[in-house]
């Protein structure tokens, strides 16, 4: 396996480190706060995987939220998302250790606030254990570019749709990972080559060939 692995892991609002903030009842509650705080009706998770997308005062008026209180919103988004504690996916610390017992170079591109991501990883435990961090990343898609270099293979692993552009536009080959904020079938068409449900299958997809060999 060549050190050439990046590895973005979801993300808060684009997927963007190797943990899952927000899935099943814990989506439910982050929206449904927001939602409820505008007066609207609350949600289900599979709801909030179908209309999920960025940027979010998109996604806030598309659930009906006025267009005069989508930043409103997406601030209080952003203050339940800073104060909640992140669980790890299931094997993120152990499949992070073994992409660097072979050689890979793994990393974090995220658009969320420094200080949160930095926070989430050394509560988790990871931080030792990537080589680069990239937080608060207002261009995904330059920060991609930036740590792609001359290398002959890159993988990059997110969760939503932007996560899948940017990869696919910056020359990496995209896995998307699903139970998160969007649906299988939306990740394929932004651009995924493979959609995974669990960081497990990932080993065995990187001992393959794949387009970027």
């Known amino acids: 396996m060549s050190p050439a692995h990046p590895l973005d892991g979801d993300h808060p609002l684009d997927g963007d480190h190797p943990r899952n903030r927000h899935t099943g009842a814990g989506i439910e509650a982050t929206i449904n706060t927001v939602l409820t705080g505008c007066g609207l009706a609350k949600i289900s998770a ?3 995987s179908r209309e999920f997308r960025l940027p ?9 939220v006025p267009v005069d209180e989508a930043p409103s919103a997406e601030r209080q988004w952003n203050h339940v998302m800073a104060a909640t504690t ?3 996916r299931a094997v993120a610390g152990p499949l992070l250790e073994t992409l660097r017992a072979r050689g890979a170079r793994v990393g974090v591109v995220s658009a969320a606030a ?4 930095w926070l989430d990883l050394k509560h988790l435990h ?13 261009d995904k898609l330059a920060t991609l570019v930036s740590r792609r270099g001359e290398r002959t293979r890159a993988v990059y692993v997110g969760d939503t749709e932007y996560d899948m552009v940017c990869a696919v536009d910056a020359g990496y080959t995209a896995i998307g990972v699903s139970g998160s904020y969007c649906q ?9 080559e493979i959609v995974i449900d ?10 393959k060939e794949t387009a970027h060999d």
Request: cysteine-free; proline content about 6%; overall charge negative.
């Open 56 to 64: 979010l005062g998109v996604m806030f008026t598309a659930l009906g």
């Open 86 to 88: 992140s669980p790890a």
């Open 184 to 192: 299988p079938e939306r990740l394929f068409a932004a651009g995924a």
């Open 126 to 138: 990871l931080d030792d254990l990537l080589h680069t961090v990239d937080a608060g990343a207002v």
């Open 198 to 207: 669990q960081l497990s299958e990932l080993i065995p997809l990187l001992e």
């Open 114 to 117: 420094a200080e949160t991501v």
């Open 46 to 48: 599979e709801e909030f």
